[in-house]
Nanobody, 123 residues
Framework: VQLQAFGGGLVQAGGSLRLSCAAS????????MGWFRQAPGKEREFVAG????????SYAHSVKGRFTMTSDNPKNTVYLQMYSLKPEDTAVYYC?????????????????WGQGTQVTVSS
């Protein structure tokens, strides 16, 4: 499966962005999908994940209540709606697909990765 993430950009603190991740090659309905981010000099970290049917989601503590991940299986696309953005949210955001049945939170458990999209939050 090929994943393409887009929707990043520059936004002021307190603003919002919506990231999209479009899949091709195979349907997303068989995968757990996740969003990760990596800031300069830091390790890649889990942000959010969703099961293939959209019924279960999981969020990192740092984004809970501000970010919402959803899936649109007919469109083979997942989204990450980000509100109340903070400068510390600045990072390259990656979407990824895992063959696990439940949401997993570590990068090695995800088999397919998109190319990343830059999110920059200015103070």
């Amino acid at each position: 499966v090929q994943l393409q993430a887009f929707g990043g950009g520059l936004v002021q603190a307190g603003g919002s962005l919506r990231l999209s991740c479009a899949a091709s090659g195979r349907t997303l309905s068989t995968y757990v999908m996740g969003w990760f981010r990596q800031a300069p000099g830091k390790e890649r970290e889990f942000v959010a994940g969703i099961t293939w049917n959209g019924r279960r989601t999981s969020y990192a503590h740092s984004v809970k209540g501000r970010f919402t991940m959803t899936s649109d299986n007919p469109k083979n696309t997942v989204y990450l709606q980000m509100y109340s953005l903070k400068p510390e949210d600045t990072a390259v955001y990656y979407c990824a697909a895992s063959g696990y049945r439940s949401v997993v939170v570590t990068a090695p458990e995800y088999k397919y990765w998109g190319q990343g999209t830059q999110v920059t939050v200015s103070s």
